[in-house]
């Protein structure tokens, strides 16, 4: 799935199921509560904690999660996320082209 085609599928779906959207702040903080689950999982699973009793390892639908309510956000706000995440990489490349090759701190093993 392209991203474009993302952005239009939850676009229909929240037409479809959700009536509307929440409102962009509200969408904020489901979106930050959404990366707090993910972060749950992520110490769970690569950290020092351990799951609890009845808690499941689904570190691909906690970021699916995300990837959502960071959709619904880029729908409502009028942001075309294909354009952003090209002029993301821009930026990056520009910026970063030489800075983590030439870091010995994260040298190849």
């Given at each position: 799935?392209e991203?474009?085609?993302?952005?239009e599928?939850?676009?229909?779906?929240?037409k479809s199921?959700?009536?509307r959207?929440f409102n962009e702040?509200t969408?904020?903080?489901?979106?930050?509560?959404e990366?707090g689950?993910l972060?749950?999982?992520?110490?769970?699973?690569?950290?020092e904690?351990s799951?609890?009793?009845g808690?499941?390892?689904?570190?691909?639908?906690e970021?699916?999660?995300v990837l959502?309510v960071?959709?619904?956000?880029?729908?409502?706000t009028?942001?075309?996320l294909?354009?952003?995440?090209?002029?993301n990489f821009?930026k990056?490349?520009?910026r970063d082209?030489?800075?983590?090759?030439?870091?010995?701190?994260?040298q190849?093993l």
């Amino acid at each position: 799935m392209e991203i474009r085609e993302l952005q239009e599928q939850v676009d229909a779906w929240i037409k479809s199921y959700g009536v509307r959207y929440f409102n962009e702040l509200t969408n904020m903080a489901i979106l930050t509560e959404e990366v707090g689950e993910l972060a749950r999982v992520m110490a769970r699973k690569y950290g020092e904690q351990s799951f609890k009793e009845g808690e499941k390892e689904n570190l691909a639908d906690e970021m699916a999660d995300v990837l959502w309510v960071l959709t619904c956000l880029a729908n409502q706000t009028g942001v075309d996320l294909t354009q952003a995440i090209e002029a993301n990489f821009a930026k990056k490349t520009g910026r970063d082209e030489k800075r983590h090759k030439n870091n010995p701190k994260i040298q190849a093993l």
